[in-house]
């Protein structure tokens, strides 16, 4: 006996899943991704470590965004018809809105990717290259190191529509881009 997939997880048409849908299937588990029109569950338990990071950035970089513009963590990014990420942290050049399910590319200004074991390729390789493409300014990418946050910041080259690094931070933190922010990395993980 072989058994069926639930009904929600078949798409609703033959050329497959759209990043609009993500709003309309029901049952849709938590922190489900669409990238090239394919579901992405992240299944696996999620370490205190990674969440800790996510949640004490989150706040650090709500302290220093300008008014009017928007920190969220882990909302997703609507990059194409068939693709909706989500990043762990989103700096936004628009204002909150409590019904908001995604931001558009042209409104993000920073991207963040903590990295997990379960997440490494799309984190270090799929993800960033469908930020840049995407055209969102900054990604940055959260590497644990003997238990301590290590920042790796990008930039987009316009010419090549890839990122190029700007710096790789460890104990601190400080930039004038996306705007002006400084962070205390040990204190993240603390």
């Not at 929600?8 to 309309?24: C, F, M, Q, T, V």
């Not at 669409?34 to 579901?39: E, F, K, S, V």
């Amino acid at each position: 006996m072989t058994a069926r997939l639930p009904e929600w997880l078949y798409p609703p048409r033959a050329s497959g899943w759209e990043a609009d849908d993500l709003d309309h299937i029901p049952n849709l588990p938590r922190h489900t991704e669409l990238i090239d029109g394919a579901l992405i569950f992240m299944v696996s338990p999620q370490r205190s470590w990674h969440d800790r990071v996510i949640r004490r950035l989150t706040a650090a970089l709500e302290e220093q965004v300008a008014d009017g513009n928007t920190v969220e963590a882990q909302m997703t990014v609507k990059l194409s018809a068939k693709s909706r990420l989500e990043p762990d942290v989103i700096s936004a050049t628009v204002a909150y809105e409590p019904d908001r399910t995604c931001f558009l590319p042209e409104d993000v200004a920073l991207v963040v990717e903590v990295v997990s074991e379960e997440s490494q390729e799309r984190d270090r390789e799929t993800k960033p290259f469908t930020y840049a493409r995407a055209g969102i300014r900054h990604f940055w990418r959260v590497e644990e190191e003997h238990g301590l946050p290590v920042v790796h910041a990008y930039e987009l080259d316009d010419t090549t529509r890839t990122y190029v690094p700007t710096g790789i931070h460890r104990e601190r933190l400080k930039t004038s881009v996306p705007f002006g922010i400084e962070i205390d990395l040990a204190r993240l993980a603390r």
